[in-house]
């Protein structure tokens, strides 16, 4: 399967439910374009993107992006953003895609690839709550 097949399918990891009346960006910095990094390069480049958002002074929380069966994981953040902010973001991070929340709705949003923008459904359907 490719890559755009894999991120349609992805869930969302949470220890706090998200407001569906805010319009939000779902950024990671890990994994560069779509190659997969050793752990540890990844938590520096996630350390990263959570410097720059405190940079920028948006608003974001710790998500995490999966596969549905949770076989793969990675590291992301809900940022308070607009569209065009996030995708310059992921731009600046080298990503393929994006994820937008926009009045609930989950859209697919492509940065470096050449698909189209694509709507999943409700979010509220892909978030999986975890315990405090």
């Given at each position: 399967m490719n890559l755009w097949q894999l991120y349609k399918s992805s869930i969302f990891l949470s220890h706090q439910t998200l407001s569906m009346a805010i319009n939000f960006a779902i950024i990671s910095g890990q994994n560069p374009a779509g190659n997969a990094e050793n752990p540890l390069y990844n938590q520096l480049l996630d350390k990263k993107l959570q410097a720059r958002l405190q940079q920028l002074g948006v608003p974001y929380r710790s998500v995490i992006g999966a596969a549905p069966d949770l076989s793969f994981q990675e590291k992301s953040w809900v940022v308070l953003c607009d569209k065009?902010?996030?995708?310059?973001?992921?731009?600046?991070?080298?990503?393929?895609?994006?994820?937008?929340?926009?009045?609930?709705?989950?859209?697919?949003?492509?940065?470096?690839?050449?698909?189209?923008?694509?709507c999943l459904g409700q979010f509220q359907q892909r978030l999986v709550l975890l315990p405090a």
């Amino acid at each position: 399967m490719n890559l755009w097949q894999l991120y349609k399918s992805s869930i969302f990891l949470s220890h706090q439910t998200l407001s569906m009346a805010i319009n939000f960006a779902i950024i990671s910095g890990q994994n560069p374009a779509g190659n997969a990094e050793n752990p540890l390069y990844n938590q520096l480049l996630d350390k990263k993107l959570q410097a720059r958002l405190q940079q920028l002074g948006v608003p974001y929380r710790s998500v995490i992006g999966a596969a549905p069966d949770l076989s793969f994981q990675e590291k992301s953040w809900v940022v308070l953003c607009d569209k065009q902010q996030a995708i310059t973001l992921a731009l600046e991070f080298t990503q393929n895609a994006i994820y937008w929340v926009e009045q609930g709705q989950l859209y697919l949003v492509p940065v470096l690839l050449p698909e189209q923008e694509e709507c999943l459904g409700q979010f509220q359907q892909r978030l999986v709550l975890l315990p405090a």
